[in-house]
C-alpha cells in the first residue's frame, strides 16, 4: 500500500488526490461518534470493493467540539483548522454549539474562518424514502447557499445594550431611521464579490453535471440593496464569465422560444417566497439554486423534507482550498451512545467527498448500496417506522446492511 499523502491543489483549484490521501475527520457531539463508525465502515468499504485494494483512505482523527474542549480547553482549536487547512479535503459529524462560551455556533466558525463560502446540499429522491410529496422523484436539486455574510455573519447587538443604543442613535441623527424602543439590532451585508463567487461555483456544478438551470434565490422586491443586488451581481458573473455557456430565461423565451440550446444553462430568479411554492408544484423545472445564507438554510430543509428529511440529506462546505463534509443535521443529544439513528445523512456526505477527490465511481457505489439497503427494508428506527414491513436495524447494523449490497 502507498504510503499516506496529503491531497494538494493545483493553480486552477482541482485537486491533486494520492492513492492513500490523509482525510481529517471530527467524529462529532452526541450523535456523532455513532453515526461515523457506520460511515467510515461504509467509505472505506466502496474504496476496497471499488479500486480492489489499490486505493485506501488515511484517517486523521481532529479534536473539536466537546471532545476538544476536554482536552484542549477550545471548542475549536487554530491546530485543527490549520490541519483541514492543510490537507485539503476534511469530513465532520454534527457539534454542540457551546451555550456561553462565546462561539455562536461552531459550524458556522468553521465554515467562515476556513472561507468556506459555498454550502452544497443535493437533494434527490430515494425510492421507497417515505414521502410527503405525490411524485418526489421529480426533485433533483442542488442548493448552493452563501456562507460567509448576510444575517449569519453575527453581526447584530442586543435589546437595550450601549452597543445597540448607538447604532439605533446613528441611524436616527445620520440617517433619518427611527427604530422602536429597545430594539434589537442586525446588520445583513451582501457583498457583490462574495455573491459572484457562490454564484460562479453554482453555474460551473451546473455545467460539470448536466444541470439545465442555475435559479437565483432572493427577496429582492423587499430587500432591494441586499438581495435584490444578489440576483443582479449574479446575472452579471453569468454574463461576466460563462457567457457563452449560458442564457437569462428572458433569452430564452426571446430567442429560443423556451428551448434551450444544447449545452446551455438557464440562468434565472425567483422571489423566495415563491420558489418555496414552485419546488412543491413544479419541482421538475429547477436544478441548481443559488441563494443568501438565510434562504438557503431554510430552502434546503424544506426540499430534505420533501424527500424523507434530514436523515437522508448530505451537505459540504466548499472554498477555494479546502472542503468540509458533513451530516447537515444536529448531535440529537439524547441518542447519545444509543447506536440508533440514521447515519444516512454523514454517509451520504461521504459519497460527496469521494466524487469531489475525483473517486467517482465509489460515490456511486455508496448511494447504489444505500438505495438497495433501503429497497430491502433493513433500515433504522426513522424510516422503519415509516416503511411498511421494514425491520428495525441499528445504526452499526445499517452501515453493515449498505456495505452488504456493495456485492
Given at each position: 500500500?502507498?504510503?499516506?499523502?496529503?491531497?494538494?491543489?493545483?493553480?486552477?483549484?482541482?485537486?491533486?488526490?494520492?492513492?492513500?490521501?490523509?482525510?481529517?475527520?471530527?467524529?462529532?457531539?452526541?450523535?456523532?461518534?455513532?453515526?461515523?463508525?457506520?460511515?467510515?465502515?461504509?467509505?472505506?468499504?466502496?474504496?476496497?470493493?471499488?479500486?480492489?485494494?489499490?486505493?485506501?483512505?488515511?484517517?486523521?482523527?481532529?479534536?473539536?467540539?466537546?471532545?476538544?474542549?476536554?482536552?484542549?480547553?477550545?471548542?475549536?482549536?487554530?491546530?485543527?483548522?490549520?490541519?483541514?487547512?492543510?490537507?485539503?479535503?476534511?469530513?465532520?459529524?454534527?457539534?454542540?454549539?457551546?451555550?456561553?462560551?462565546?462561539?455562536?455556533?461552531?459550524?458556522?466558525?468553521?465554515?467562515?474562518?476556513?472561507?468556506?463560502?459555498?454550502?452544497?446540499?443535493?437533494?434527490?429522491?430515494?425510492?421507497?424514502?417515505?414521502?410527503?410529496?405525490?411524485?418526489?422523484?421529480?426533485?433533483?436539486?442542488?442548493?448552493?447557499?452563501?456562507?460567509?455574510?448576510?444575517?449569519?455573519?453575527?453581526?447584530?447587538?442586543?435589546?437595550?445594550?450601549?452597543?445597540?443604543?448607538?447604532?439605533?442613535?446613528?441611524?436616527?441623527?445620520?440617517?433619518?431611521?427611527?427604530?422602536?424602543?429597545?430594539?434589537?439590532?442586525?446588520?445583513?451585508?451582501?457583498?457583490?464579490?462574495?455573491?459572484?463567487?457562490?454564484?460562479?461555483?453554482?453555474?460551473?456544478?451546473?455545467?460539470?453535471?448536466?444541470?439545465?438551470?442555475?435559479?437565483?434565490?432572493?427577496?429582492?422586491?423587499?430587500?432591494?440593496?441586499?438581495?435584490?443586488?444578489?440576483?443582479?451581481?449574479?446575472?452579471?458573473?453569468?454574463?461576466?464569465?460563462?457567457?457563452?455557456?449560458?442564457?437569462?430565461?428572458?433569452?430564452?423565451?426571446?430567442?429560443?422560444?423556451?428551448?434551450?440550446?444544447?449545452?446551455?444553462?438557464?440562468?434565472?430568479?425567483?422571489?423566495?417566497?415563491?420558489?418555496?411554492?414552485?419546488?412543491?408544484?413544479?419541482?421538475?423545472?429547477?436544478?441548481?439554486?443559488?441563494?443568501?445564507?438565510?434562504?438557503?438554510?431554510?430552502?434546503?430543509?424544506?426540499?430534505?423534507?420533501?424527500?424523507?428529511?434530514?436523515?437522508?440529506?448530505?451537505?459540504?462546505?466548499?472554498?477555494?482550498?479546502?472542503?468540509?463534509?458533513?451530516?447537515?443535521?444536529?448531535?440529537?443529544?439524547?441518542?447519545?451512545?444509543?447506536?440508533?439513528?440514521?447515519?444516512?445523512?454523514?454517509?451520504?456526505?461521504?459519497?460527496?467527498?469521494?466524487?469531489?477527490?475525483?473517486w467517482k465511481e465509489a460515490g456511486t457505489a455508496i448511494r447504489d448500496a444505500i438505495q438497495a439497503a433501503i429497497k430491502a427494508r433493513r433500515v433504522t428506527y426513522d424510516l422503519a417506522r415509516q416503511i411498511e414491513g421494514a425491520e428495525e436495524v441499528k445504526c452499526s447494523e445499517f452501515g453493515a446492511v449498505?456495505?452488504?449490497?456493495?456485492?
Amino acid at each position: 500500500m502507498a504510503t499516506p499523502e496529503k491531497i494538494s491543489t493545483n493553480s486552477d483549484g482541482s485537486l491533486n488526490v494520492p492513492d492513500c490521501p490523509i482525510i481529517p475527520f471530527i467524529e462529532g457531539d452526541g450523535i456523532g461518534p455513532d453515526i461515523w463508525r457506520a460511515t467510515r465502515a461504509v467509505i472505506e468499504a466502496a474504496v476496497e470493493k471499488t479500486y480492489g485494494g489499490k486505493r485506501k483512505i488515511s484517517w486523521l482523527k481532529l479534536l473539536v467540539g466537546e471532545k476538544g474542549y476536554e482536552k484542549t480547553g477550545d471548542f475549536l482549536p487554530d491546530e485543527a483548522l490549520k490541519t483541514i487547512e492543510a490537507n485539503v479535503v476534511a469530513i465532520k459529524g454534527p457539534l454542540t454549539t457551546p451555550v456561553g462560551k462565546g462561539i455562536r455556533s461552531l459550524n458556522v466558525a468553521i465554515r467562515q474562518k476556513l472561507d468556506l463560502y459555498a454550502c452544497v446540499r443535493p437533494v434527490r429522491y430515494i425510492e421507497t424514502v417515505p414521502s410527503p410529496m405525490k411524485f418526489p422523484e421529480m426533485i433533483n436539486m442542488v442548493v448552493f447557499r452563501e456562507n460567509t455574510e448576510d444575517l449569519y455573519a453575527g453581526i447584530e447587538w442586543a435589546s437595550g445594550s450601549d452597543e445597540a443604543e448607538a447604532v439605533a442613535d446613528f441611524l436616527k441623527k445620520e440617517m433619518g431611521v427611527d427604530l422602536p424602543p429597545l430594539s434589537g439590532i442586525g446588520i445583513k451585508p451582501i457583498s457583490p464579490a462574495n455573491t459572484k463567487r457562490l454564484v460562479a461555483s453554482a453555474i460551473l456544478y451546473a455545467l460539470e453535471n448536466g444541470f439545465p438551470s442555475v435559479t437565483l434565490m432572493h427577496k429582492g422586491n423587499i430587500m432591494k440593496f441586499t438581495e435584490g443586488a444578489f440576483a443582479q451581481w449574479g446575472y452579471q458573473v453569468a454574463k461576466e464569465r460563462f457567457a457563452d455557456q449560458t442564457i437569462t430565461e428572458a433569452e430564452l423565451w426571446d430567442q429560443y422560444d423556451g428551448k434551450a440550446p444544447e449545452g446551455k444553462v438557464v440562468i434565472k430568479d425567483r422571489i423566495a417566497d415563491m420558489l418555496f411554492q414552485q419546488v412543491l408544484l413544479r419541482p421538475d423545472e429547477y436544478g441548481v439554486i443559488a441563494t443568501p445564507n438565510l434562504n438557503g438554510d431554510y430552502i434546503s430543509d424544506a426540499l430534505a423534507a420533501q424527500v424523507g428529511g434530514l436523515g437522508m440529506a448530505p451537505g459540504a462546505n466548499i472554498g477555494d482550498t479546502c472542503a468540509v463534509f458533513e451530516a447537515t443535521h444536529g448531535t440529537a443529544p439524547k441518542y447519545t451512545g444509543m447506536d440508533k439513528v440514521n447515519p444516512g445523512s454523514l454517509i451520504l456526505s461521504g459519497a460527496m467527498m469521494l466524487d469531489y477527490m475525483g473517486w467517482k465511481e465509489a460515490g456511486t457505489a455508496i448511494r447504489d448500496a444505500i438505495q438497495a439497503a433501503i429497497k430491502a427494508r433493513r433500515v433504522t428506527y426513522d424510516l422503519a417506522r415509516q416503511i411498511e414491513g421494514a425491520e428495525e436495524v441499528k445504526c452499526s447494523e445499517f452501515g453493515a446492511v449498505i456495505v452488504e449490497q456493495m456485492g
